[in-house]
């Protein structure tokens, strides 16, 4: 059973306009999200985080919303640039638990 | 500022050979993870090691062996390599629960 889930398997955008990576998960003990964003032939890298605690995070051009009734959360960048292309991961963990589950990623495209 | 190294980058094995997947971090975490990922498929935990010493089973740790040799290694071991653990291998590290770094990968293809 799939826990966490990326539902669109890739998505198109204009460079400058708004990217929204879209997560649901359906472990209601998960309390800790993260957006991971992988370059073909390179490892994960950390982008941004939630806690269960706050409804939206944001750094730079990137904000991470959480809205745990629906069990939903959202990765939204903008502007959106062409080295943003790449593989985005979504990921959970339960409280005190050092194990990621992960999503099965969302391919973004930024076209020039 | 090296971070996670895993080696080697690319292997090739035949089905039933044994091979060491080797990874090395130098941040000075307590974590280390290994994970493997398939096609169409996220990143799906084999083994970790919360610290030092100890060793744990992820989601898929069936054929695999792991060795936490210092704080710094952290090895996975095929035994007998068969052909439905051809993926690519990531190894992560991490201070308790920040977030994981992970090395570049090993394509591993078993024929």
């Known amino acids: 059973d799939q826990q966490v889930k990326q539902n669109s398997p890739s998505l198109s955008v204009q460079e400058g306009r708004i990217s929204i990576l879209n997560c649901d998960y359906t472990?209601?003990?998960?309390?800790?999200f993260l957006w991971y964003k992988k370059y073909p032939a390179e490892g994960p890298t950390f982008l941004i985080s939630i806690s269960s605690i706050k409804d939206k995070n944001e750094d730079g051009r990137f904000t991470v919303f959480l809205n745990k009734s629906a069990k939903h959360l959202s990765l939204h960048i903008v502007p959106s640039q062409p080295g943003d292309s790449a593989v985005y991961f979504c990921a959970a963990r339960v409280a005190s638990n050092y194990k990621l589950t992960f999503g099965k990623g969302t391919l973004l495209t930024v076209n020039p | 500022n090296a971070g996670v190294t895993q080696t080697p980058k690319f292997q090739v094995l035949k089905t039933g050979q044994s091979m060491t997947l080797q990874c090395a971090q130098d941040?000075?975490?307590?974590?280390m993870y290994w994970y493997r990922q398939d096609p169409g498929m996220g990143l799906r935990l084999i083994y970790y090691s919360a610290s030092e010493g100890t060793t744990d089973k992820g989601e898929v740790p069936n054929g695999y062996n792991v060795s936490r040799l210092n704080k710094r290694e952290f090895s996975l071991r095929l035994e007998s390599a068969a052909p439905s653990q051809t993926s690519v291998y990531f190894c992560?590290?991490?201070?308790?629960?920040?977030?994981?770094?992970f090395g570049d990968g090993t394509r591993l293809s078993i024929l």
């Open positions: 992560a590290s991490s201070i308790r629960y920040q977030p994981q770094h």
């Open positions: 472990n209601s003990m998960f309390d800790y």
């Open positions: 941040m000075n975490h307590n974590s």
